[in-house]
C-alpha cells in the first residue's frame, strides 16, 4: 500500500503515521473506544460514527484502495 504524506491532527492529536492503522488507533482512542470495537461489525452508533470517520479519513490521507480500507475494518467495501 502507498501511503499520502499527509498530515492531520484528529481530535488534538497529530497523526504522524498516514497509514489505516494509524488512524484507526487515533479516531478509536479519541472517542474512547479500542481498536478492536471499532473494527466489530457493530451497528451501534456510537461505534459506527467513528468507524465512518476513520475510512474517511483513511480514504483522504492514504492511497489505500477502497477494499483495503474495507479488509481493515468490518464494513462491507460497498458503503463507503
Known amino acids: ?4 504524506s499527509v498530515r ?3 481530535g488534538g492529536k497529530q497523526v ?7 488512524i484507526q488507533l ?3 482512542e479519541l472517542f474512547g473506544l479500542s481498536v478492536e470495537e471499532l473494527r466489530q461489525r457493530s ?4 461505534v459506527t460514527v467513528p ?3 476513520a475510512k474517511y479519513l483513511a480514504m483522504q490521507m492514504t492511497d ?4 483495503e480500507i474495507g479488509d481493515a475494518s468490518a464494513a462491507s ?4
Open 16 to 22: 504522524r503515521e498516514s497509514t489505516i492503522e494509524a
Open 77 to 80: 467495501t460497498t458503503l463507503l
Open 8 to 10: 492531520m491532527n484528529v
Open 1 to 4: 500500500m502507498r501511503v499520502s
Open 43 to 46: 451497528t451501534r452508533q456510537v
Open 51 to 53: 468507524r465512518q470517520i
Open 26 to 28: 487515533a479516531v478509536a
Open 64 to 67: 489505500a484502495s477502497l477494499p
